[in-house]
């Protein structure tokens, strides 16, 4: 199969989200299964060129009528050093002067105080549609030959492309499948009515009434009825993206889904072990080597004590970049650092992620358990932000809040603490609990979407009803297990490890679930 995947990032190139470790690992791992595979994606002033080998640059300039403009978009064909898959680079200057995938980051903001850090790229409708213009117009460069069986879109940022495809009769046997990573607000980069999906999009009224969230325009939808095929990130996301009553946390999404009975396809992610595995310090990037399948857990708690003696280095610290540290951990109350109990936070700083639970629940934990400690590390809402930084004064000592994104910190947060929390209302799928069982470090999660994958009491902890008194009964309940009945922790910490290791690999997921709905799609043009 000639096979393009469509993303706005992918680990290794340019990161943001969860997209862009599904968009390396299908890539890779379709490569693997001897698929031809290519992927599409902009050109970043944060692309990271060392990961890639250019092919041919410029090899082709091409001019797409948007917005009532003649923009001018150049190409570069490349190759994935670690993937060893085909790239096309897509160069503009409404992305290449961008230092983030999605928002500002804290220099735009000083450069332009109107573009706040962790705020939406004020011209988001402008990139999404220009990019899937594009790749169609790529298209018609290139040979009937060359055409592509399945276009693979990863989310709403790329989810115009099926409706432009449709008006091709070149691409009449191509088939389209649109994951969705998250429906939740904010994520759906709809267009605000008609009107504006016109000057966007140059499709007919009819084209765009058929899509209608409300006075929206979905891309999602547009997708749909170009015969796209959805997909989604885990089972039971797929299950919450049909039920009605999940109206608000999908922006009226899952009513229409349901009502029109719009299928949604759930392929729960799978992670790439090689590139975390613990047990080569190459690979792991810690400091130190350990084994959680095998309950050898003395690297990890070496690694901790190499990362609490950094915590309270400010000059060590200072030359890790992209990190900005709040507050800090002392250790000095217990014998040493392994008499203390450590939980982490790590993942985007929103509204989703279910840190307005966290932030309410650590003063009644930090007060009741003098031996309990918290590492938190992200960016993102500068509200949440602010509200850990008081958090971090105000209990000196208990908490360190380490704002940035740098994937030592990233990795050694996760790896170096006993448990992990991850409160989010709604989780289309969730990595970060993965990371954390491959690290020996139990995920604590409200009980929603893929979070449903970590099985209670056995890979991890759920919890329902994500409220402040429920995640501080539930982090009561694990900090007395780890003090009392330590073996039952090491016991799922082992579980955990080896579950993840065993079931959830992306070369299982795509070699046994997307390869099939891909031939199927081929063979029967429907699922």
Request: aromatic content about 10%.
């Amino acid at each position: 199969m000639i096979i393009w995947v469509v993303s706005m990032e992918c680990a290794g190139i340019s990161e943001a989200g969860g997209v862009k470790n599904v968009t390396f690992s299908l890539c890779k791992e379709l490569k693997q299964l001897k698929q031809k595979v290519c992927l599409f994606i902009p050109i970043y002033k944060c692309t990271d060129w060392n990961n890639v080998t250019i092919l041919d640059k410029d090899f082709l300039t091409i001019n797409v009528n948007h917005c009532k403009k003649n923009e001018v978009v150049s190409f570069t064909k490349a190759l994935s050093l670690e993937g060893n898959f085909e790239i096309i680079f897509i160069n503009h200057p409404s992305f290449s002067q961008k230092e983030g995938v999605y928002t500002y980051t804290a220099n735009e903001q000083r450069e332009n105080p109107e573009h706040q850090k962790g705020t939406g790229h004020v011209d988001t409708l402008f990139k999404d549609s220009l990019f899937t213009k594009a790749i169609f117009e790529y298209g018609k460069s290139i040979s009937s030959a060359h055409i592509p069986d399945i276009v693979h879109c990863q989310d709403a940022s790329t989810a115009l492309l099926p409706a432009f495809l449709k008006k091709d009769s070149k691409y009449d046997k191509t088939k389209s499948v649109v994951t969705i990573h998250n429906a939740g607000p904010a994520y759906h980069h709809e267009f605000k009515d008609i009107d504006e999906a016109l000057w966007y999009t140059d499709f007919t009224r009819n084209e765009l009434c058929v899509a209608l969230n409300s006075q929206f325009v979905e891309p999602f939808l547009l997708a749909v009825n170009s015969g796209a095929c959805l997909t989604t990130v885990s089972e039971n996301y797929a299950k919450e993206l049909r039920d009605p009553e999940n109206y608000e946390t999908t922006q009226g999404l899952s009513k229409i889904f349901y009502e029109k009975n719009i299928p949604v396809i759930g392929i729960t992610n799978g992670i790439d072990y090689g590139r975390y595995n613990p047990t080569d310090i190459t690979i792991s990037k810690l400091p130190f080597a350990f084994n959680p399948e095998k309950n050898d857990l003395d690297g990890k708690l070496k690694a901790r004590e190499l990362f609490l003696q950094k915590l309270t280095n400010d000059v060590l610290l200072d030359q890790i970049k992209d990190i900005k540290k709040y507050g800090f951990i002392d250790s000095s109350e217990k014998d040493n650092s392994r008499d203390l109990i450590y939980i982490a936070y790590h993942g985007r700083i929103t509204s989703q992620k279910g840190l307005s639970v966290l932030v309410e629940a650590i003063p009644a934990i930090l007060q009741n358990y003098n031996d309990v400690r918290f590492i938190i590390n992200g960016q993102g809402e500068v509200g949440i932000e602010a509200s850990l930084i008081e958090l971090s004064s105000h209990y000196a000592g208990h908490i360190v809040f380490l704002n940035g994104y740098n994937q030592e910190i990233a990795r050694l947060t996760t790896a170096s603490c006993d448990f992990i929390v991850l409160p989010s209302f709604f989780e289309p799928c969730g990595l970060e609990d993965f990371i954390a069982q491959i690290y020996g470090t139990v995920p604590v999660a409200h009980k929603t979407g893929g979070l449903c994958k970590i099985q209670n009491e056995k890979t991890g902890f759920l919890y329902d009803n994500n409220t402040e008194k429920a995640l501080i009964a539930k982090l009561s309940e694990i900090i007395a297990i780890k003090k009392y009945s330590s073996e039952i922790i090491n016991k799922i910490i082992k579980q955990g490890a080896v579950h993840v290791h065993k079931n959830n690999s992306w070369e299982k997921i795509v070699k046994e679930k997307y390869m099939p709905l891909f031939k199927q799609l081929i063979k029967l043009g429907s699922v």
